[in-house]
């Protein structure tokens, strides 16, 4: 059961509870997460993320419109990295959709 509560008549998620409800549905939707944040949850640099794709052991970049120019991680696959960044190996759907050629 959802925690909530009750301000000036409206019911709210308790903020505890917050931050689980939004990761959850950004988990579910497949949400795209951006490299600076890819930074802080992983911490590993941009460089290091970098190298880390060529090498096929992190997730592969999206590109978000036609230009190449806006890039982002699917959550779900950086879900799956921090669960086991020794054994992860990059999806064949993410080898085959991005381009990753310049940064």
């Given at each position: 059961m959802l925690k909530t509560i009750e301000?000036?008549?409206?019911i709210l998620i308790d903020p505890q509870e917050e931050t689980k409800v939004v990761a959850e549905l950004l988990l579910r939707m497949n949400a795209f997460i951006s490299i600076p944040t890819a930074e802080i949850a992983t911490t590993m640099s941009e460089a290091m993320q970098y190298r880390e794709r060529n090498e096929g052991r992190f997730p592969q970049l999206v590109n978000l419109n036609h230009h190449g120019r806006r890039k982002a991680y699917r959550i779900q696959?950086?879900?799956?990295?921090?669960e086991d960044p020794l054994n992860y190996q990059c999806s064949d759907e993410d080898e085959n959709l991005v381009d990753d050629g310049d940064e």
């Amino acid at each position: 059961m959802l925690k909530t509560i009750e301000n000036n008549g409206v019911i709210l998620i308790d903020p505890q509870e917050e931050t689980k409800v939004v990761a959850e549905l950004l988990l579910r939707m497949n949400a795209f997460i951006s490299i600076p944040t890819a930074e802080i949850a992983t911490t590993m640099s941009e460089a290091m993320q970098y190298r880390e794709r060529n090498e096929g052991r992190f997730p592969q970049l999206v590109n978000l419109n036609h230009h190449g120019r806006r890039k982002a991680y699917r959550i779900q696959e950086l879900a799956k990295w921090l669960e086991d960044p020794l054994n992860y190996q990059c999806s064949d759907e993410d080898e085959n959709l991005v381009d990753d050629g310049d940064e």
